[in-house]
């Protein structure tokens, strides 16, 4: 069978095509085209069916698993597909390590570190017990991370673009360092010792949670990362399609009660609309994936995030 790999402008991205034996699957493709030209590795290439001219629909993405033969019409042994080079991949965990390493790290700086004398504050540092509680309580949940992100995750794609590492470090480190200056300032007042305990014991309790949460959703799928979406069930996904993001909010909520700075509740509200607008596209999948036709169930009732408003 022949392959031709053109550009979307219909440009050859391997001259004089490919040649594949009959059972050759695409994922033997992307091999191949890797062979041909080595920047090309397989998780930077996505595959397409040609678009018929006028059409307004969305192209057919190639499924690595199925076979060249799947795509071409009858006995055809030519077969066309539309290159586009994702640029630069990196792995998920890699991409989650950095993210979660920046503010595991920047935080302590401001607690440990004379940092405030070198911005000109010249008073001595009394370093309140939330003050310390706070920083255990922040390492421990982006430790928590990083260990679910090795241990934990299932995830579906094995790469990220490399600009996600910079887009996604930029808004996790930024943070860090917003909310560890405030936190650990020489000028922060505490809140009531009955305020703290409230707060990181609600914190406390949603964080193990979450963790709950993330090891239901690893049992949804097979250590390869394979089984695509199910419907998530048990605990409080009974009530709620993404429960691990309801949790991770009220964790930061708790954190917040005990600390108590605007900067760690614009993080919050920053946090919580970007895992709201998320959790609203993951509910939409899933009940579009379970509709009740072709066999499959019908996806049940449920909040998508925050019980009982969304
Ligand atoms: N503070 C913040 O700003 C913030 C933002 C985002 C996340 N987080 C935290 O980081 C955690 C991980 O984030 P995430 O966005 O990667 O979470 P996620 O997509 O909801 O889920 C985590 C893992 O479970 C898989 N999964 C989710 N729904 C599934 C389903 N219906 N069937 C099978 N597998 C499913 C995901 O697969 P895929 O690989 O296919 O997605 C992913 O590997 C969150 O739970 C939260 O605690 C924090």
């Known amino acids: 069978m022949k392959v031709s790999v053109v550009s979307r402008s219909g440009r050859d991205i391997i001259k004089g095509g490919i040649e594949l034996n009959d059972k050759a699957t695409v994922s033997d493709l992307q091999e191949a085209i890797h062979r041909r030209t080595k920047k090309y590795y397989p998780s930077r290439q996505r595959l397409t069916l040609p678009l018929q001219p006028g059409s307004k629909g969305k192209a057919v993405v190639l499924d690595p698993?199925?076979?060249?033969?799947?795509?071409?019409?009858?006995?055809?042994?030519?077969?066309?597909?539309?290159?586009?080079?994702?640029?630069?991949?990196?792995?998920?965990?890699?991409?989650?390590?950095?993210?979660?390493?920046?503010?595991?790290?920047?935080?302590?700086?401001?607690?440990?570190?004379?940092?405030?004398?070198?911005?000109?504050y010249k008073e001595e540092r009394t370093i309140h017990p939330v003050q310390t509680y706070?920083?255990?309580?922040?390492?421990?949940?982006?430790?928590?991370?990083?260990?679910?992100?090795?241990?934990v995750h299932r995830f579906s794609h094995a790469t990220s673009p490399v600009s996600n590492v910079f887009r996604n470090c930029f808004y996790y480190w930024s943070f860090g360092a917003y909310v560890a200056y405030y936190v650990n300032h020489p000028l922060y007042t505490?809140?009531?010792?009955?305020?703290?305990?409230?707060?990181?014991?609600?914190?406390?309790?949603?964080?193990?949670?979450?963790?709950?949460?993330?090891?239901?959703?690893?049992?949804?799928?097979?250590?390869?990362?394979?089984?695509?979406y199910q419907i998530p069930r048990g605990f409080l996904f009974n009530f709620v399609t993404c429960a691990n993001y309801t949790t991770e909010i009220y964790q930061w909520l708790g954190f917040n009660i005990a600390t108590q700075t605007v900067a760690g509740y614009v993080f919050l509200v920053v946090a919580a609309s970007i895992m709201t607008n998320w959790a609203l596209g993951k509910h939409r999948r899933l009940v579009k994936l379970f509709n009740g036709k072709d066999g499959k169930p019908k996806y049940p009732w449920r909040w998508a995030i925050l019980p009982p408003f969304i």
């Open 134 to 151: 706070a920083i255990y309580y922040w390492c421990f949940h982006y430790f928590k991370r990083i260990m679910e992100t090795f241990f």
């Open 65 to 120: 698993k199925k076979t060249l033969r799947d795509y071409c019409d009858g006995t055809n042994d030519n077969l066309t597909v539309v290159f586009k080079d994702l640029g630069p991949q990196v792995s998920y965990s890699t991409l989650f390590f950095f993210e979660y390493l920046g503010p595991l790290v920047i935080y302590p700086i401001f607690y440990y570190f004379p940092v405030y004398r070198y911005l000109g």
């Open 190 to 228: 505490p809140v009531s010792d009955l305020q703290m305990k409230i707060g990181f014991g609600l914190g406390l309790l949603c964080q193990v949670s979450n963790f709950y949460c993330h090891l239901l959703l690893r049992s949804l799928r097979s250590p390869d990362g394979k089984g695509g």
